[in-house]
Every structure is written in structure tokens, then in C-alpha cells.
């Protein structure tokens, strides 16, 4: 066999390999992956469905636990009531191109919540070890997104949400 034929053989092979070992995804996975491209980023790496669960207002205040849905609820368009005895899917994509990597140099991972099929959020965290909040999907912080400081914000999120 001459090097032609050869290079082309072995081009087709790893085309085939490449192909049939990538992970195919479908439905709700799918929409989120193509929200998340829709947004600008693009997408190096797929999490998939990282955490599922029913929403309450008892997540949202009054216990340690309570901490990452304050966080992840808190840089939302959206008032989280509205999904309350909903279930909420998380799904998590590392993605380049985020405003994020301005400041950490790192590649971003978003998270991108979802409801019966619909998006309803979602949030964006630094791809590093760093501690800290986590911010919106544009990367924007809690302040930003509210317009109010911390403690503002947490003394009305604490009327609304406590017991």
C-alpha cells in the first residue's frame, strides 16, 4: 500500500473512531448545550445532569444547606418562588469565552437549570480552585445582578424566605 492510500485508510479509521466514541446527547442535555452555545460560550467539555432537585422555600434559608441555593437563586432574573414543587435539573458545561476568564485565566464551567424541559437559569463558577460565591450565567456578581449590596440583599432575602 503507498503512503496515499495508507494516509487515507488511516484518516478514515480515526474519523470513525472519533465519531463513534463521542457521547451523543439528546433532549434536555441537548437544549442546555445548545442554550449555552446560544449565549456566545463555547463548549470544551459536557458534565451532564450534575444535581436534581425539588425546590421549597425551606432550601432557600435557615440552614448551612441552604447556602448554594441562596447562591445559585440569588444571581437569577428571577424570583425562584414561581418554581416552588418544582423539580430542578442542573446540568454543567466548561466552556471558553466567558467573561470569567478575564479574571481567573482559567476556562469557566456554567450550570444551567432547568425545569419540565425548560431553562430557567442558570450560573457560572471559575474552572479553578478558588472560594467564593458563584456568579450569574454572564458572570456577573450578585450585586451586579441585584443592585444592591450584600447585606441589603441578604436581609431581604432572609424576610422573604425565613420561616
Request: hydrophobic residues 35%.
Amino acid at each position: 500500500m503507498n503512503k496515499g492510500a495508507f494516509l487515507i485508510v488511516f484518516l478514515g479509521l480515526m474519523l470513525v473512531y472519533v465519531t463513534g466514541c463521542s457521547k451523543q446527547i439528546s433532549g434536555d442535555e441537548l437544549t442546555a448545550e445548545q442554550y449555552v452555545k446560544s449565549q456566545g460560550y463555547a463548549v470544551t467539555a459536557r458534565g451532564g445532569p450534575i444535581y436534581s432537585y425539588q425546590l421549597d422555600k425551606s432550601k432557600l434559608y435557615g440552614s448551612p444547606d441552604s447556602t448554594p441555593y441562596m447562591q445559585m437563586w440569588g444571581v437569577q432574573a428571577e424570583e425562584p418562588d414561581r418554581y416552588f414543587g418544582q423539580q430542578i435539573t442542573i446540568y454543567r458545561f466548561t466552556v471558553k469565552q466567558h467573561p470569567l476568564e478575564r479574571i481567573y485565566k482559567k476556562k469557566t464551567n456554567v450550570f444551567i437549570m432547568m425545569t419540565g424541559s425548560r431553562i430557567i437559569g442558570g450560573y457560572s463558577f471559575p474552572d479553578a480552585e478558588v472560594a467564593g460565591s458563584v456568579y450569574s450565567l454572564d458572570g456577573r456578581t450578585l450585586e451586579e445582578v441585584t443592585g444592591m449590596n450584600f447585606q441589603d440583599w441578604m436581609a431581604m432575602w432572609k424576610k422573604k424566605y425565613s420561616n
